[in-house]
Antibody, heavy 124, light 107 residues
Framework: QVTLRESGPALVKPTQTLTLTCTFSGFSLSTSGMCVSWIRQPPGKALEWLALIDWDDDKYYSTSLKTRLTISKDTSKNQVVLTMTNMDPVDTATYYC????????????????WGQGTLVTVSS | DIQMTQSPSSLSASVGDRVTITCQASQDISNYLNWYQQKPGKAPKLLIYDASNLETGVPSRFSGSGSGTDFTFTISSLQPEDIATYYCQQYDNLPPIFGPGTKVDIK
C-alpha cells in the first residue's frame, strides 16, 4: 500500500534553512505519470501548495516562495527532499508531502495519498 | 495564479441536514476541481475529483457538481463523523491552489 512520511526538525531558528524529507513506499517516482508535492498548513489556517517534482525530474514551485525553495528526489531511496531558506516565524506550519498522478497536460491531477505531516516551528 | 474562494467559511447544521458548500474560481477551470476533507489533527483526504467523481470508498452522501468557475459540494445527510474542514482545489493550472476552507460543525 502507498505510504508517505515526513521527517525533519521540529524547531528551526529564524534565518536558518529548513530541510524536510519525504520517504515513501508503495509507488516509484521513476514511474511515468507520478509526482510528489509539498503542501503546508499554518496553525488554524488553510492549505498552501509549495512545490512538486515529477517522475521526469521536472520541478515546479509556489509563485510567492520560489526563490526560497528547492525540491529534489532520490529515486533509489524513494525520497523527496524540500529545502526552504531564510526561515521566518510566519513559516511555522505543518508540512505535508503528498502523491499525485499527473494528467495528460503534465499537471498534478489530485493528491490521493498524504503523509501525516510534520509540525515545524520557527522561533529563536 | 488562479484564486479560489469558498462560502460559507463555516456552518453549523443538524445531523441529517443537507449541507452545501460553494467554491468559485477566478477564471474558467473547466471541471478541474477536487474536494478534500480534513479532520482536526489529520491530513486532508481526497473525496471528489474532476468536480463530480467520488473517490473509491467515499460514502455516497458526498457529491460534487459544477464546471467553469462555479462549483458545489454537497453532503446529502450530515453525519457526526463529517465534522471537518472541507477544501476545494483547482488543477487547471500550476500552482494547484486550494480554497480557504469551510468548517462544518454539528448544531
Amino acid at each position: 500500500q502507498v505510504t508517505l512520511r515526513e521527517s525533519g526538525p521540529a524547531l528551526v531558528k529564524p534565518t536558518q534553512t529548513l530541510t524536510l524529507t519525504c520517504t515513501f513506499s508503495g509507488f516509484s517516482l521513476s514511474t511515468s505519470g507520478m509526482c510528489v508535492s509539498w503542501i503546508r498548513q499554518p496553525p488554524g489556517k488553510a492549505l498552501e501548495w509549495l512545490a512538486l517534482i515529477d517522475w521526469d525530474d521536472d520541478k515546479y514551485y509556489s509563485t510567492s516562495l520560489k526563490t526560497r525553495l528547492t525540491i529534489s528526489k532520490d529515486t533509489s531511496k524513494n525520497q523527496v527532499v524540500l529545502t526552504m531558506t531564510n526561515m521566518d516565524p510566519v513559516d511555522t506550519a505543518t508540512y505535508y508531502c503528498a502523491r499525485a498522478p499527473v494528467d495528460s497536460s503534465g499537471l498534478p491531477y489530485y493528491f490521493d495519498y498524504w503523509g501525516q505531516g510534520t509540525l515545524v516551528t520557527v522561533s529563536s | 495564479d488562479i484564486q479560489m474562494t469558498q462560502s460559507p467559511s463555516s456552518l453549523s447544521a443538524s445531523v441529517g441536514d443537507r449541507v452545501t458548500i460553494t467554491c468559485q474560481a477566478s477564471q474558467d477551470i473547466s471541471n478541474y476541481l477536487n474536494w478534500y476533507q480534513q479532520k482536526p489533527g489529520k491530513a486532508p483526504k481526497l473525496l471528489i475529483y474532476d468536480a463530480s467523481n467520488l473517490e473509491t470508498g467515499v460514502p455516497s452522501r458526498f457529491s460534487g457538481s459544477g464546471s467553469g468557475t462555479d462549483f458545489t459540494f454537497t453532503i446529502s445527510s450530515l453525519q457526526p463523523e463529517d465534522i471537518a474542514t472541507y477544501y476545494c482545489q483547482q488543477y487547471d493550472n500550476l500552482p494547484p491552489i486550494f480554497g480557504p476552507g469551510t468548517k462544518v460543525d454539528i448544531k
